[in-house]
């Protein structure tokens, strides 16, 4: 799922203008799961925003509301006669979900009040790791299963780099070096031949190198018949 | 011969070779480096000129090669990959030969992180190893990595690569040695040996394969110049390792400096009498003038003629 992460809350305040009447919207999918941009969090700083307008004596108010997806057209349809009610939204989604709902509706003034992390998974309660970083050209069945272009701070593709001491990464002894992962993984698995070959230069142009990616299919488009 | 370069010509003729290593300044004034580079000229093959080393803004280590030509001297050029996509690798990579180098050293880098420039992209386009393996196409096949010819032949390099016997998975970093040779790799420098007994197991592996006769290995060594430094090479330099034995003899002598000499000496005499090494790389940094007495002392003076 998509990790984020809400932005300082002087942060926020400074994007706001005091008169405003705002619109904090939460996001009921990734955002929702990972705590940062949910119902709950949306009331809490919807709350945080209007003590703060109170003691600066401002004349705005926030409100909180939630919709299933921010990214996708439907959901955003459902609340766009009250969305155009407000001088700003307050997007609590990932950066996706703010965007599609600038496309959607233009006339909207809408902005992040996440920061969007990484895609990853939650390992423990409180604590999301990245995984992927949509490169768009999959290379875990070489590693099987642990990515070295995510979880290896240089992205290398032919084994660990000479800071690679104790099983953690140069960068901080908090993080696993990936490709010792990698390599106690296909030692255990007999698979250890993999790595003598040298890999060669990747791909680039699939990942966000190439320019924003685009999937079309045919077959699953709706026939308009136009 | 490959490139025929000072550094092949020694290792080609059987000799322990013996590089320096320059660390180029965070300003565009090269005074010191160019009297570091004199003061060792009679005790060193080549030069390795840092490249951004630690991910700190210096001088490029082409632009200091180039002066150490003009100085009739011979550089070993470090090229690492966080900064450069492979579009510059390659277009430096022609650059550098244009100029006169005839050594390249491919590295992965330190992480941005650890520079003054924290906040910049890492670029990692390639990896060390297929750098190596493309200075090596640009050179023999005369062909760039997407594959298209060189219009020219390059004028022929000789390509180095680096290796960690300190560095985990142990077992990994043999495998790592000959799949840099197998992708190309003429010689090979290592990180500072502090920790012989590692360095000398490493080694056995390295003959166990025969590996020592398909690549040149240079074993590198640092002096240490007080407790502080040494302390701070363990704790924060990623990649290196200080037994503790070392630091506590460190700890023990009266005259540190001397000791740091001592230490790095003896090293160097017992890296000459291991089978399959071909020479030492003396990276003093802070303290390059210490060089020529490292040379001499440890009993590589004066160098053959080549």
């Not at chain 2, 010191?32 to 991910?55: G, I, K, S």
């Amino acid at each position: 799922m998509i990790i984020a992460e809400r932005k300082p809350l002087e942060q926020i305040l400074a994007m706001l203008s005091p008169d405003q009447k705002i619109a904090v919207l939460g996001c009921g999918t990734c955002v929702t799961v990972c705590m940062a941009g949910g119902q709950k969090e949306a009331e809490e700083l919807a709350a945080l925003i209007n003590i703060y307008r109170k003691k600066e004596k401002q004349p705005g108010s926030a409100e909180a509301f939630t919709i299933e997806r921010q990214c996708e057209f439907e959901f955003i349809d459902q609340v766009a006669e009250r969305l155009k009610s407000y001088d700003l939204i307050l997007s609590l989604a990932c950066g996706v979900g703010v965007q599609t709902m600038v496309e959607r509706m233009p006339e909207l003034l809408v902005i992040p009040g996440l920061n969007t992390k990484s895609m990853g998974y939650p390992v423990a309660q409180g604590v999301w790791v990245e995984r992927c970083l949509g490169c768009g050209d999959c290379v875990l069945e070489l590693t099987q299963g642990i990515c070295p272009i995510t979880r290896c701070a240089k992205s290398l593709l032919n084994g660990p780099c000479g800071g690679s001491a104790e099983g953690k990464c140069e960068i901080g002894k908090e993080v696993d070096c990936a490709w010792h992962l990698i390599h106690d993984r296909l030692a255990r698995l007999g698979r250890l031949a993999i790595l003598a070959a040298v890999q060669p230069p990747k791909d680039w142009s699939s990942s966000h190198h190439g320019g924003p990616r685009t999937i079309v299919r045919e077959d699953v488009k709706i026939d308009r018949g136009e | 011969m490959i490139a025929g370069s000072k550094l092949e010509k020694v290792i080609a003729g059987g000799h322990f070779a013996v590089t320096g290593e320059l660390g180029p300044p965070k300003s565009a004034d090269l005074t010191q480096l160019r009297h570091h580079a004199e003061a060792m000229r009679r005790h060193v093959e080549a030069y390795n000129l840092t490249d951004n080393q630690t991910a700190i803004v210096r001088t490029s280590s082409i632009a200091c090669g180039a002066v150490l030509i003009q100085m009739g001297l011979e550089p070993v050029i470090q090229m690492t990959v966080r900064d450069r996509n492979r579009i510059c690798l390659q277009s430096d990579l022609l650059g550098a030969v244009a100029l006169g180098a005839k050594n390249v050293l491919c590295l992965s880098g330190d992480h941005q992180k650890f520079g003054n420039e924290p906040a910049a992209k890492g670029v990692f386009d390639i990896d060390s190893m297929q750098l190596i393996k493309a200075l090596k196409d640009m050179r023999d096949a005369g062909k760039f990595i997407g594959g298209e010819a060189l219009e020219h032949p390059l004028e022929k390099v000789f390509i180095g690569a680096v290796e960690n016997p300190f560095a985990d998975p142990f077992a990994y970093r043999v495998d790592r040695l000959e799949k840099k040779i197998n992708a190309g790799a003429n010689f090979i420098q290592t990180q500072c040996i502090f920790d012989l007994e590692r360095f000398k197991k490493w080694m056995e592996l390295v003959r166990e394969r025969g590996l020592h006769k398909r690549v040149a290995i240079l074993g590198g060594v640092t002096p240490i110049k007080s407790l502080g430094a040494a302390r701070y090479m363990k704790n924060n330099v990623s990649g290196i390792t200080i037994p503790d034995e070392l630091i506590a003899r460190l700890q023990g002598a009266e005259n540190k400096k001397a000791e740091g000499l001592k230490i790095c000496i003896e090293t160097i005499q017992q890296l000459k009498e291991i089978e399959g090494v071909a020479g030492v790389h003396i990276m003093a940094i802070a303290w390059e003038e210490v060089v020529p007495e490292i040379v001499e002392r440890a009993g590589l003076y004066p160098r053959p003629p080549v």
